[in-house]
Protein backbone atom coordinates (compact mmCIF):
# COMPACT_ATOMS: atom_id res chain seq x y z
CA UNK A 1 0.00 0.00 0.00
CA UNK A 2 2.93 2.50 0.72
CA UNK A 3 4.29 1.73 -2.53
CA UNK A 4 0.90 2.66 -4.06
CA UNK A 5 0.70 5.80 -2.64
CA UNK A 6 4.09 6.89 -3.71
CA UNK A 7 3.05 6.02 -7.16
CA UNK A 8 0.03 8.06 -6.94
CA UNK A 9 2.07 11.18 -5.48
CA UNK A 10 4.15 11.02 -7.84
CA UNK A 11 0.82 10.12 -10.50
CA UNK A 12 -0.36 13.53 -8.67
CA UNK A 13 3.29 15.34 -9.71
CA UNK A 14 2.66 14.05 -13.12
CA UNK A 15 -0.56 16.06 -13.31
CA UNK A 16 1.00 19.45 -12.16
CA UNK A 17 3.27 19.48 -15.23
CA UNK A 18 6.42 19.79 -12.97
CA UNK A 19 9.82 19.96 -14.50
CA UNK A 20 10.57 16.60 -13.50
CA UNK A 21 7.92 14.71 -15.12
CA UNK A 22 8.77 15.79 -18.58
CA UNK A 23 12.19 15.68 -17.90
CA UNK A 24 11.43 11.93 -16.93
CA UNK A 25 9.45 11.31 -20.18
CA UNK A 26 12.48 12.71 -22.43
CA UNK A 27 15.39 10.81 -20.50
CA UNK A 28 12.99 7.59 -21.68
CA UNK A 29 12.56 8.05 -25.34
CA UNK A 30 14.32 10.41 -25.95
CA UNK A 31 13.34 10.00 -29.75
CA UNK A 32 9.79 11.56 -29.14
CA UNK A 33 10.40 13.95 -26.10
CA UNK A 34 9.22 17.23 -28.76
CA UNK A 35 6.58 15.55 -29.36
CA UNK A 36 5.38 14.19 -25.87
CA UNK A 37 5.71 17.68 -24.96
CA UNK A 38 2.99 18.57 -27.83
CA UNK A 39 0.40 15.54 -26.47
CA UNK A 40 0.97 17.08 -23.00
CA UNK A 41 0.38 20.58 -24.13
CA UNK A 42 -2.29 19.32 -25.78
CA UNK A 43 -3.94 17.63 -22.48
CA UNK A 44 -3.63 21.00 -20.39
CA UNK A 45 -4.97 22.90 -23.23
CA UNK A 46 -8.32 20.71 -22.69
CA UNK A 47 -8.12 20.80 -19.55
CA UNK A 48 -8.05 24.59 -19.03
CA UNK A 49 -10.18 24.91 -22.11
CA UNK A 50 -13.10 22.32 -19.91
CA UNK A 51 -13.36 26.12 -17.83
CA UNK A 52 -15.35 27.82 -20.32
CA UNK A 53 -18.66 27.41 -19.11
CA UNK A 54 -20.12 25.90 -22.12
CA UNK A 55 -18.37 23.09 -21.40
CA UNK A 56 -18.55 21.27 -18.19
CA UNK A 57 -15.83 20.22 -16.67
CA UNK A 58 -13.39 17.32 -18.14
CA UNK A 59 -13.88 14.40 -16.80
CA UNK A 60 -11.11 13.41 -14.43
CA UNK A 61 -10.51 17.38 -13.87
CA UNK A 62 -8.10 18.34 -10.84
CA UNK A 63 -9.89 21.49 -10.86
CA UNK A 64 -8.32 22.84 -7.69
CA UNK A 65 -4.94 22.19 -9.42
CA UNK A 66 -5.61 23.68 -12.56
CA UNK A 67 -3.58 26.86 -11.71
CA UNK A 68 -0.36 24.94 -12.03
CA UNK A 69 -1.42 23.62 -15.67
CA UNK A 70 -1.42 27.25 -16.97
CA UNK A 71 2.43 27.06 -16.09
CA UNK A 72 2.80 24.66 -19.22
CA UNK A 73 3.00 26.21 -22.43
CA UNK A 74 0.02 25.55 -24.48
CA UNK A 75 -0.50 25.89 -27.88
CA UNK A 76 -3.23 27.82 -29.73
CA UNK A 77 -6.75 25.83 -30.65
CA UNK A 78 -5.46 26.50 -34.16
CA UNK A 79 -1.89 25.49 -33.95
CA UNK A 80 -2.41 22.39 -32.16
CA UNK A 81 -1.49 19.21 -34.42
CA UNK A 82 -0.67 16.14 -32.36
CA UNK A 83 -4.05 14.58 -33.28
CA UNK A 84 -3.73 14.37 -36.68
CA UNK A 85 -4.62 11.18 -37.24
CA UNK A 86 -8.19 9.42 -36.40
CA UNK A 87 -6.93 6.96 -33.90
CA UNK A 88 -9.53 3.99 -34.14
CA UNK A 89 -10.41 3.43 -29.94
CA UNK A 90 -12.41 0.32 -29.36
CA UNK A 91 -15.14 0.36 -26.22
CA UNK A 92 -15.99 -3.10 -25.19
CA UNK A 93 -18.69 -1.91 -22.78
CA UNK A 94 -22.41 -2.26 -22.88
CA UNK A 95 -23.27 0.11 -26.12
CA UNK A 96 -22.62 3.60 -26.96
CA UNK A 97 -25.60 6.47 -27.85
CA UNK A 98 -24.26 7.17 -30.92
CA UNK A 99 -27.02 9.93 -31.78
CA UNK A 100 -25.60 11.97 -27.97
CA UNK A 101 -24.79 15.22 -29.52
CA UNK A 102 -21.57 14.77 -27.88
CA UNK A 103 -20.53 11.65 -29.86
CA UNK A 104 -22.32 12.60 -33.21
CA UNK A 105 -20.44 11.11 -36.21
CA UNK A 106 -17.36 8.81 -33.87
CA UNK A 107 -19.15 5.77 -33.72
CA UNK A 108 -17.79 3.56 -37.04
CA UNK A 109 -19.06 0.57 -36.59
CA UNK A 110 -20.85 -1.39 -33.94
CA UNK A 111 -21.12 -5.06 -33.14
CA UNK A 112 -23.19 -6.74 -30.64
CA UNK A 113 -22.17 -10.05 -28.94
CA UNK A 114 -24.71 -10.13 -26.54
CA UNK A 115 -28.11 -11.08 -25.95
CA UNK A 116 -29.46 -7.40 -25.66
CA UNK A 117 -31.52 -6.75 -28.79
CA UNK A 118 -30.19 -3.74 -29.56
CA UNK A 119 -26.24 -2.82 -29.71
CA UNK A 120 -26.88 0.92 -28.11
CA UNK A 121 -26.42 1.50 -24.74
CA UNK A 122 -29.15 0.89 -22.30
CA UNK A 123 -27.21 0.49 -18.90
CA UNK A 124 -25.30 3.89 -19.75
CA UNK A 125 -21.51 2.54 -18.64
CA UNK A 126 -20.32 2.91 -22.41
CA UNK A 127 -21.69 6.11 -23.52
CA UNK A 128 -20.25 7.17 -20.34
CA UNK A 129 -16.76 5.49 -21.03
CA UNK A 130 -17.31 7.08 -24.43
CA UNK A 131 -17.08 10.55 -23.55
CA UNK A 132 -14.51 10.45 -21.24
CA UNK A 133 -12.32 9.43 -24.72
CA UNK A 134 -13.40 11.10 -27.44
CA UNK A 135 -16.22 13.35 -26.69
CA UNK A 136 -16.25 16.56 -29.47
CA UNK A 137 -14.71 19.30 -29.03
CA UNK A 138 -17.95 21.36 -30.58
CA UNK A 139 -18.69 23.92 -27.89
CA UNK A 140 -21.42 21.37 -25.87
CA UNK A 141 -21.59 19.33 -23.04
CA UNK A 142 -17.82 17.82 -22.70
CA UNK A 143 -14.76 17.60 -24.36
CA UNK A 144 -12.98 14.03 -24.78
CA UNK A 145 -9.39 13.54 -23.61
CA UNK A 146 -8.77 12.57 -27.77
CA UNK A 147 -11.77 14.39 -29.63
CA UNK A 148 -10.50 13.48 -33.06
CA UNK A 149 -10.48 9.82 -32.54
CA UNK A 150 -13.24 7.47 -33.62
CA UNK A 151 -15.10 4.91 -32.08
CA UNK A 152 -16.00 1.17 -32.42
CA UNK A 153 -19.23 0.53 -30.77
CA UNK A 154 -17.89 -3.35 -29.33
CA UNK A 155 -20.86 -4.29 -26.99
CA UNK A 156 -19.58 -7.49 -24.67
CA UNK A 157 -21.85 -6.31 -21.84
CA UNK A 158 -25.90 -6.59 -21.81
CA UNK A 159 -28.11 -4.01 -20.66
CA UNK A 160 -27.71 -4.82 -16.24
CA UNK A 161 -23.97 -4.78 -17.26
CA UNK A 162 -22.72 -8.62 -17.09
CA UNK A 163 -20.34 -9.92 -19.55
CA UNK A 164 -18.38 -13.31 -19.92
CA UNK A 165 -14.59 -13.80 -20.79
CA UNK A 166 -15.34 -15.46 -23.81
CA UNK A 167 -17.76 -12.61 -25.20
CA UNK A 168 -15.02 -10.03 -24.29
CA UNK A 169 -12.34 -12.38 -26.04
CA UNK A 170 -14.55 -12.76 -29.36
CA UNK A 171 -14.53 -8.92 -28.72
CA UNK A 172 -11.25 -7.86 -28.72
CA UNK A 173 -10.58 -10.02 -31.88
CA UNK A 174 -13.06 -8.46 -33.59
CA UNK A 175 -11.93 -4.99 -32.74
CA UNK A 176 -8.10 -6.06 -33.63
CA UNK A 177 -9.47 -7.40 -36.92
CA UNK A 178 -11.46 -4.15 -37.74
CA UNK A 179 -8.55 -1.38 -37.44
CA UNK A 180 -8.90 -0.49 -33.38
CA UNK A 181 -5.50 0.62 -32.50
CA UNK A 182 -7.16 1.16 -28.91
CA UNK A 183 -8.77 -1.32 -27.24
CA UNK A 184 -10.54 0.12 -23.55
CA UNK A 185 -12.40 -2.86 -22.08
CA UNK A 186 -13.85 -1.17 -18.71
CA UNK A 187 -15.11 -4.59 -17.51
CA UNK A 188 -13.80 -6.23 -14.79
CA UNK A 189 -14.17 -10.68 -14.81
CA UNK A 190 -13.18 -11.97 -11.47
CA UNK A 191 -12.34 -15.53 -12.89
CA UNK A 192 -9.09 -16.13 -14.82
CA UNK A 193 -10.03 -17.08 -18.35
CA UNK A 194 -7.20 -19.01 -21.04
CA UNK A 195 -9.49 -17.40 -23.78
CA UNK A 196 -9.37 -13.95 -22.66
CA UNK A 197 -5.45 -14.17 -22.11
CA UNK A 198 -5.24 -15.58 -25.34
CA UNK A 199 -7.33 -12.60 -26.92
CA UNK A 200 -5.06 -9.88 -25.35
CA UNK A 201 -1.74 -11.52 -26.38
CA UNK A 202 -3.49 -11.54 -30.09
CA UNK A 203 -4.06 -7.57 -30.05
CA UNK A 204 -0.64 -6.82 -28.29
CA UNK A 205 0.88 -8.93 -31.53
CA UNK A 206 -1.21 -6.83 -34.11
CA UNK A 207 0.00 -3.32 -32.75
CA UNK A 208 -3.38 -2.59 -29.93
CA UNK A 209 -3.36 -1.54 -27.03
CA UNK A 210 -5.53 -3.19 -24.46
CA UNK A 211 -6.58 -1.19 -21.16
CA UNK A 212 -8.85 -2.24 -18.76
CA UNK A 213 -10.19 -1.59 -14.90
CA UNK A 214 -8.28 -2.46 -12.29
CA UNK A 215 -11.47 -3.46 -10.94
CA UNK A 216 -13.56 -1.73 -7.50
CA UNK A 217 -13.23 -4.06 -4.47
CA UNK A 218 -11.02 -1.49 -3.14
CA UNK A 219 -8.52 -4.80 -2.33
CA UNK A 220 -5.17 -6.24 -4.45
CA UNK A 221 -7.69 -8.86 -5.72
CA UNK A 222 -6.73 -9.34 -9.40
CA UNK A 223 -9.13 -8.88 -11.97
CA UNK A 224 -9.13 -9.59 -15.65
CA UNK A 225 -8.69 -8.81 -18.31
CA UNK A 226 -6.26 -6.11 -16.28
CA UNK A 227 -4.49 -8.68 -14.84
CA UNK A 228 -2.78 -10.12 -17.94
CA UNK A 229 1.11 -8.70 -19.09
CA UNK A 230 0.04 -7.39 -22.16
CA UNK A 231 -2.95 -5.20 -20.94
CA UNK A 232 -2.43 -2.02 -18.98
CA UNK A 233 -4.25 -2.27 -15.87
CA UNK A 234 -5.28 0.93 -14.17
CA UNK A 235 -6.25 2.32 -10.77
CA UNK A 236 -9.09 4.62 -10.33
CA UNK A 237 -7.64 8.67 -8.36
CA UNK A 238 -9.77 11.21 -6.92
CA UNK A 239 -9.62 14.55 -7.60
CA UNK A 240 -6.68 15.47 -5.13
CA UNK A 241 -4.80 12.69 -6.59
CA UNK A 242 -4.85 9.92 -3.39
CA UNK A 243 -6.08 6.46 -4.70
CA UNK A 244 -10.04 6.32 -4.96
CA UNK A 245 -11.09 4.40 -2.01
CA UNK A 246 -12.77 2.07 -4.45
CA UNK A 247 -10.20 1.08 -6.55
CA UNK A 248 -8.24 -2.01 -6.73
CA UNK A 249 -4.82 -1.49 -5.95
CA UNK A 250 -1.51 -4.07 -5.89
CA UNK A 251 1.79 -4.96 -7.66
CA UNK A 252 -0.37 -5.75 -10.57
CA UNK A 253 -1.67 -2.58 -11.56
CA UNK A 254 0.67 -0.50 -14.02
CA UNK A 255 -1.01 3.33 -13.73
CA UNK A 256 -3.29 5.12 -12.25
CA UNK A 257 -5.48 7.72 -13.41
CA UNK A 258 -9.01 10.03 -12.48
CA UNK A 259 -11.67 7.94 -11.80
CA UNK A 260 -14.02 9.37 -9.13
CA UNK A 261 -16.89 11.75 -10.12
CA UNK A 262 -16.26 11.54 -13.49
CA UNK A 263 -18.63 13.88 -15.52
CA UNK A 264 -19.31 12.50 -19.17
CA UNK A 265 -22.34 11.43 -21.68
CA UNK A 266 -24.92 9.47 -20.85
CA UNK A 267 -27.69 8.09 -23.14
CA UNK A 268 -30.33 10.36 -24.36
CA UNK A 269 -28.06 13.50 -24.48
CA UNK A 270 -27.89 13.49 -21.04
CA UNK A 271 -24.69 14.06 -18.58
CA UNK A 272 -23.49 12.95 -15.55
CA UNK A 273 -21.24 11.71 -13.14
CA UNK A 274 -19.50 8.17 -12.39
CA UNK A 275 -16.94 6.59 -10.14
CA UNK A 276 -14.83 4.00 -11.47
CA UNK A 277 -11.50 2.39 -12.41
CA UNK A 278 -13.55 1.58 -15.85
CA UNK A 279 -13.52 5.45 -16.36
CA UNK A 280 -9.95 5.70 -15.12
CA UNK A 281 -9.28 3.43 -18.10
CA UNK A 282 -11.02 5.24 -20.69
CA UNK A 283 -8.65 8.37 -18.87
CA UNK A 284 -5.56 6.45 -20.52
CA UNK A 285 -7.24 5.13 -23.75
CA UNK A 286 -7.76 8.10 -24.27
CA UNK A 287 -4.30 9.20 -23.71
CA UNK A 288 -2.93 6.23 -25.78
CA UNK A 289 -4.95 7.42 -28.84
CA UNK A 290 -3.39 10.85 -28.42
CA UNK A 291 0.70 9.02 -27.73
CA UNK A 292 -0.40 7.35 -31.43
CA UNK A 293 -0.23 10.63 -33.15
CA UNK A 294 3.57 11.35 -32.00
CA UNK A 295 5.20 8.02 -30.95
CA UNK A 296 8.08 6.50 -33.58
CA UNK A 297 8.47 3.58 -34.15
CA UNK A 298 11.66 3.54 -32.15
CA UNK A 299 13.01 -0.41 -31.98
CA UNK A 300 11.79 -1.04 -35.59
CA UNK A 301 9.94 -4.16 -35.10
CA UNK A 302 6.73 -2.24 -37.14
CA UNK A 303 4.73 -1.22 -34.71
CA UNK A 304 4.12 1.43 -32.12
CA UNK A 305 2.27 -0.23 -29.52
CA UNK A 306 5.30 -0.76 -27.15
CA UNK A 307 6.39 2.74 -27.50
CA UNK A 308 2.59 3.75 -26.65
CA UNK A 309 2.87 1.52 -23.63
CA UNK A 310 6.34 2.62 -22.81
CA UNK A 311 4.96 6.42 -23.11
CA UNK A 312 2.23 5.54 -20.81
CA UNK A 313 4.23 3.82 -18.28
CA UNK A 314 7.00 6.42 -17.73
CA UNK A 315 4.07 8.99 -16.91
CA UNK A 316 1.50 7.46 -15.32
CA UNK A 317 2.79 4.07 -13.35
CA UNK A 318 2.39 3.53 -9.91
CA UNK A 319 6.25 2.98 -8.72
CA UNK A 320 6.55 0.06 -6.82
CA1 LIG B 1 -18.32 18.70 -26.48
CA1 LIG C 1 7.91 -0.48 -31.83
Request: net charge negative; glycine share 10%.
Given at each position: ??????????????????????????????????????????????????????????PGLYADQQWELTQV????????????????????????????????????????????????????????????????????????????????????????????????????????????????????????????????????????????????????????????????????????????????????????????????????????????????????????????????????????????????????????
Amino acid sequence: MNKLLVGVCILLAAFLGEGWYLGQVQSELMETKVELVDAWNRIAHLERQSRVPSEPPMPGLYADQQWELTQVQAPTPGGITTENREILVAVLDTGIDAKHEDLKGKVLAEVNFTDSPTPHDIYGHGTHTAGIIAASNNGIGITGVAPESRLMNVKVADDMGWCQASVVALGIIWAVDNGALVINISVEIREPSAELEEAVNYAWSQGAVVIAPAGNKGGQSPVYPAFYANCIAVAATRQDGSLAPLSNYGDWVDVAAPGFNIYSTLPNNSYGYKSGTSFAAAYVSGLAALLFNVVRDTNGDNKTNDEVRAALDSAYSIKR
